[in-house]
């Protein structure tokens, strides 16, 4: 499976903008869908995930303005950023878990977020 992730890039904080990742094949055996980020000299963090059953959750830093989804029909996942923040700014990252525990990973979209 190959994960292409796209829609990063430069916003004015306060702005918004919608990443998508998209699965090479069905995503309808995938248990969990999540978002990570890493900013420069940080470790990557979880940002949000989605669970086959409808579960989703984000981390407090992003929660009321993050917001994850999935599309089963098109095999994407989505994260929608609005109010952007200069502490944004960070390498999105999706990643996809199957049922049998398989992992896949996005190669990453840059996201930065000017104040």
């Known amino acids: 499976v190959q994960l292409q992730a796209c829609g990063g890039g430069l916003v004015q904080a306060g702005g918004s903008l919608r990443l998508s990742c998209v699965a090479s094949g069905s995503i309808f055996s995938i248990d969990l869908v999540r978002w990570y980020r890493q900013a420069p000299g940080k470790q990557r963090e979880l940002v949000a995930f989605?669970?086959?059953?409808?579960?989703?959750n984000a981390a407090d830093s992003v929660k009321g303005r993050f917001t994850i989804s999935r599309d089963n029909a098109k095999n994407t996942v989505y994260l929608q950023m609005h109010s952007l923040k200069p502490e944004d700014t960070a390498t999105y990252y999706c990643?996809?878990?199957?049922?049998?525990?398989?992992?896949?990973w996005g190669q990453g979209t840059l996201v930065t977020v000017s104040s």
């Open positions: 990643n996809l878990q199957y049922y049998n525990g398989d992992s896949y």
């Open positions: 989605a669970s086959d059953s409808g579960i989703t």
